[in-house]
């Protein structure tokens, strides 16, 4: 349960480094942000499912211990917190919402 948050975090630097315009992927890789972008986008996503399911997975093993009073203590109330933002940013970042308000979407990144 553990390894998948793990796996969750090793993918920050994917997210950044794709994410960049002019950064060290696209010099190494020869490649424009353009199509770098796809694999920052994917990249996000993956981040997100892993979150979801290193989530999902706590939430579960605390109810069922009994303790879902834990859940309201800071750690778990700071990581939900921080997971319905990324839930907010994947939503923005669906080409649907991203092409009808792309405002809304470039503010919130």
């Not at 879902?68 to 649907?96: D, N, W």
Request: some cysteine; aromatic content about 14%; hydrophobic content about 45%.
């Amino acid at each position: 349960m553990c390894s998948i948050g793990f796996l969750a975090l090793a993918q920050l630097p994917d997210v950044f480094l794709f994410g960049v315009k002019n950064g060290p992927a696209a010099q190494l890789l020869g490649r424009g942000y353009e199509k770098l972008n796809v694999l920052h986008r994917w990249s996000g996503r993956g981040l997100w499912l892993m979150a979801t399911v290193h989530g999902s997975l706590w939430i579960n093993k605390y109810r069922q211990a009994g303790l879902t009073s834990y859940l309201m203590t800071t750690k778990p109330s700071l990581g939900m917190a921080a997971y319905g933002t990324l839930c907010m940013i994947v939503l923005l970042s669906l080409r649907p919402f991203r092409s009808r308000y792309y405002q809304l979407f470039f503010i919130t990144q």
